[in-house]
């Protein structure tokens, strides 16, 4: 999830917006589970504790909707992307979306777009578009220019597919 | 690669340091600086940092060793550590301090073991605080980037070493905005390096010989008078910096809604981000508080603080670092700046081991201070449970065992089974 | 600094009656420190013992390698009995630049050293400096990174098999029985016990570095030319040079050469060159002497010998020590030479 992090963080500084990402654990190794923050504010953004009221989620392992509180200390009106094509009773959260406002939670396929594209599980780009599709803070084109800084050539093509097609889906819906 | 960028605090810096055109960059990898030296390799690698050696060492010994080497012998050098690094090269610290071989240094500050933590504290640079290097504190990773290129300028004018200290993970790992000067800038802040003392078949002489009893003092004086002067120069060259590129980012301390503040609160580090978004919460309730940064630890600036804190009834000073049995080396030090003043200092031990330092907590602490409530020496948001049961623990039984694994056990089965 | 006092040059009776004697030799063939032009890197005046092993052969290696480069030389030199003996503060008897690193980073500092003359562009060698404990023990690691890396560094392990410094305590470079202070001659198991040996020579041709050699001070000659050949190589290049301590061996001043010279013959130290991992030459032995000949004139090992304390099977442990390296080294075929 540090990337998905990161690369927010580069879609906001495009749109001329200040942002700060950073690691919880901050481990160099993968597979342990990782929470990742970003802030975006228009002015310089000084606080440097982690991010307990989020007013956006975004889940890419659903798996950890089970062992960890993801939705501890999120706003009322705040915004859900789950990386899932389950439907919110199969994930068990049914009751608890409800109380969100309408569209505010949302799923999307992302490790299947990526594979689909990209050949490789890594959802980041397609989660990236999908939120821009939800929520206003991040402009689709800025999440495109982030993932080519990131991701050169026919990577960054792929992703970036990827993040269109999520974002197609989910304005559609 | 100049300009304003969203990048990683240590790219960033890698960045700085290849533009301030190292001659010899000496590695061993630690957690969490392992990304500066990757980036600064990868410049060299590509061909867009030129003359420069990059050697993978076998160690952190060896990496300052190698560093003080190639000082010596007139070359620009540079190397990054964090935690149990520094203890390891804790010898060569010395030896550069006490040399003045003007070495710049990384440091990614991050607790030291026992119990080993790979997050973010004081406790290293704290370690080697009296080895006679300057101590920088980068409260951003833009101040990070600005210190490290002052930090080249710094040491070679005085001819001493220079760590700039930098939160591990807070920092180091945090992507947000920096401006990357030009090449150009730095050309015209940085000239090239002039050794006061190097090794030179045509000028030789012997660098680092046994000093007796009859002049270590006077060597050690110089020492001391050295980080005098680096009171005076760090602000000097502060100014030129700022006329070069434009922004202030350095200096011994910086000042925050100070004036008329009854409590001010004095850190080193990224925290004051935290405690800058504090001063302004409270103030906007009518509290009357304001903080202070120390940039510059050491040489620690007595004067500047007295000034800068002079006018508080109270002074909270948060601190990332703990002497066991005592408290915080900060406050030790700000006691000594405020000792003939009738200011109540209390230490606050927070952060250790990369714990989170609230705004939430932080607000508790300084209304506290303001009600005059705060004890001397506290640690912020103490689980007392915890350590209060492990206390109870571990004196019912001998073999009570390790205390960090067996912490956050259900303490009452565990004092359950030392009865039986 | 050098502009207080001029380069000392050699007085003539600082040369001695060996060197003196080269009158019988060509020009070309006498040692270096013959010369009244050598450089002196170590002049006159340094603290050392009378004998210094470590002394003799420090000066031999540096006046050598100074010719050789033409006086573009730096040293670095570990924490130790050279290190203390030349620089009595406020003097020094270094006319090179001298560095002092610390007792276990001599090896990376010189790597240092070696990557600033590159980046300046400067065709400056840098030699390495320490003693047993320095090398063997203290600064193992540092003189492996070293190797693995290939540095321009040409280290020179001077090796009095103890820390003599600090006051002759055992290093994993003391031969086993021998006394130290920290394994002194009482008890049941008198002397340095039998481990299973240190062998630096060895260790550092097992990193295949360019250039490997042992050397004695009985060896004069075979010094410089060891020397010689090695300072102007690139790469890592060891020499481990056998130094005897009159004082921590327990020997008379006047011996030192001679005690060198036992325990080549004795096949106790193996002199041999080697290259990238493999021996290439080696001192050929000219009569096997008995190793108790070499341990005799020693103190250190008196009590092998002496009644009540003798130990017969310690002493031919120490026979099948030295046989086993003449086997090893092949050092009792035919000789090439005189």
Redesign the interface.
Known sequence: MVTAAELLSMAAFFEDKHAQAFPSFGSERMGAPVVSYCRIDDSEIRLREPINSPDALIIQDPTLLLSVDVFHGLERDGFILINSQRSFEELGIAEFVAKFPFGHVCNVGATDLALKHVGRPLPNAALLGGFAAISDEIRLASVEKAIHQKFSGEIGQANVAAAREAFESLKAA | MSGL??I?GSLAVAQAIALCRP??V?AYPI??Q?HIVEGVCALVRTGKLK???F?????E??AL???????????R?YTATASQGILHMA??IY?AGGLGLPIVMTVGNRAIGAPIN??NDHMDSMAVKDAGWIQLFAETNQEAVDLHIQAFRLAEELSCPVMVCMDG??LT?????VDIPTQAQVDAFLPPYEPVQV???A??????????PD?YTEVRYLAHEKQLQALRLIPEIGRVFEGVFGRTSCGLVYSYRTEGADVVAVALG??N??I??VVDAMRADGAAVGSVSVTSFRPFPLEELRVALGDAKHVVVIEKNLAPGLGGMVASDIRMALRDTPIQIYTVIAGLGGR????AALQEVLAGAGDGKLPDMQFLDLDHGIVEHEIIRSHRVRRSGPTAENILRNPAATIAQAEN | MAQDSALQRVKFYQTGTHTVGNRLMDEEARSVQASMERSNAITSGHRACQGCGEALGARYALDVAMRATGGQLVAVNATGCLEVFTTPYPETSWQIPWLHSLFGNAPAVATGVAAAMRRKGRNIKVVAQGGDGGTTDIGFGCLSGMFERNDDVLYICYDNEAYMNTGVQRSSATPATARTATTPTVGGAPGNVFGTGKNLPLIAMAHNIPYVATATVAGLHDLEAKVNKAIDMAGARYLHILVPCPLGWGSAPCDTIHIARLAVESGFFPVFEAEHGRVTAAHKIRRQLPVSDYLRPQRRFAHLFRKGTEDSEGVATLQRMADANIERFNLLGERKSP
């Open positions: 960028q969203q990683e001659e010899v000496c957690t969490p392992t003359n420069c050696e050697i993978n060492v076998e160690s010994f060896a060793s190698v560093a003080i080497g190639a000082s010596a012998a007139g070359a050098a010898e060569a030896n790979i997050w993970f807070i790992h945090a992507y947000e905005r090794l030179d078949p000028e030789p002489y012997s660098i680092g010989a046994m000093v007796g002049a990224s925290v981000g935290t800058k978004e989170p330092i609230t705004m």
